[in-house]
Structures are given as C-alpha cells and as structure tokens.
C-alpha cells in the first residue's frame, strides 16, 4: 500500500507495474480498492501501470464528513494522477466508480485515454433517489455500516453466487462493513445530487467497454444498451450469471473482456 496527500486529504492507493501504459480502477459504494485485486494482478502482469486508490472517506484513505461529490471524487483522481506524473489513463468504475469516471471523462477528456463502465448508469438521480440516498446517509450515521450490509449484500452479488462462492461474499461484507460510515455518508449525499451524464458519453471520442451482469439488481439491460449506444466507439459485454460485482463473481470472464479491451489501446 502507498500513501499519497492529495488536495489536502491522505489517501491509499495500489501502484502495481511498470509501463507507460497506466489504468485506473475506482471502486464502488461501500467498497475500497480491494475489491480491484483479482483486476491489479492480472492487468499489471500485462505490462499495464495499474493505480487502485481508496476513495476519500473509504478504505485506509482519511475520512472527510460532510457532502463529497462527484467531482470531488474526479479532481482526487486527477491529483493522485498528477503526484505520480500520470497524463493520462484508461479509467475502469464500478456503480458509484463508474459515474466518478464519467465524471473523469467529462471534466478532463484529453486525460482518459479510454472508459470501462461496469454496473453503472449515467442518469441523474431523481428527486425521490435524492430523498433515498439523504435517508440512508443518516440511517448509516445512525446505525453504523453492519445492518445496511446484511440488508444490501444479496443486491451487490447475485443471490445464487453468493451461495456458490461463500468466501466471495463474505470479502464483500467484510468491506462493506469496515467502511467509515462518515465516509459512506457524505458521498450518499453527494451522489444524489450528481448531474446527468449522457451528454457526455456521446461526446466521449475513445474506445469504450461496458460491463454489466445480466443479474445486476441495480443496472438494467436498458441502462446497458443505452451506454453502448451514446458511446461512439464502445462494445458491449453483458455478463450471464452475474450481479452488481462482476469483477468478482466472474473475475476470470471479467479480466479476460478487459484485458483483450486493453490490447487495442497499445
């Protein structure tokens, strides 16, 4: 694990590879960079710089309460970029990831040399979204991380992957749990105000994968269908089998879209 301050805030990151080719894999909501382990092996073994930072107020980076939004999440990154003299990358989210690296995208486009989108959606939260995410940030203060956890984990891994790899599921709790309800918090409240991002995909001039398991309870196949059709140069891979984390239901299926997304970037 490396330690960087960046905009003032101390964050953990992974920095795994060497290569002037870099990666950037931001996690989800209530996750780390962790859940990115199966991805930084197999992507720094194929002479790709991988960077896998902890958010701030999630992980080992420092907790920040109040309101985090989306382009705070972005110009974190771009920081964290700048201290290690990274110009530019292939950013890869998941959910909440994947709308930081939209926002990457539409901030700073000359620095994404290409978008992985997994188990995300480019809408703007609608008003009774906004009430949702408000409540649960004060439901997370108020109780902690451990009963939200139990609730959602059979929405982040599909019900019958949970029963088929128990360690999976179990690592999924573990992080859930062990994030900083402060953290989760204010990132609940500054995602419900996040702006739409379709207009961006579609201005979006790079390569482009979407990742979404047929499974997902929280991306449909239509949020799916309709980022390969806003993005000009995209595939689309729709995942059998999995839910929300197909990155560690199917790590095996999952590395191989990317890795071979990858190949055409060099």
Known sequence: MNRAVVNGV???????GRSEHAIVLVHGHPFNRSMW??????????AWRTIAPDLRGYGASAVVPGVTPLDLFAADIFGLLDHLEIASAV??????GGQIVMECARSAPARVRGLVLTATFPQAEAEQGKVARRAMAERLLREGMGPYADDVLPKMI?????????DVA???LAMMTATPPEGAAAALRGRAERPPYESTLAQ??????????DHDAFTTRADADNM???????????MEGAGHMPNLERPTEFNTALLEFLSTLT
């Open 37 to 46: 382990r199966p991805q930084i092996d197999a992507v720094s073994r194929a």
């Open 228 to 238: 390969h059709r806003l993005l000009k140069q995209s595939r689309l891979y729709w």
């Open 10 to 16: 101390e964050f953990a990151y992974e920095d795994e």
């Open 158 to 166: 599909a019900p019958h992957n949970i029963a088929a790899f128990p």
């Open 170 to 172: 179990a690592d999924v």
């Open 204 to 213: 979006f001039e790079r390569p482009a994968l979407v990742i979404v398991g």
């Open 91 to 96: 950013f890869v989210g998941l959910s909440m």
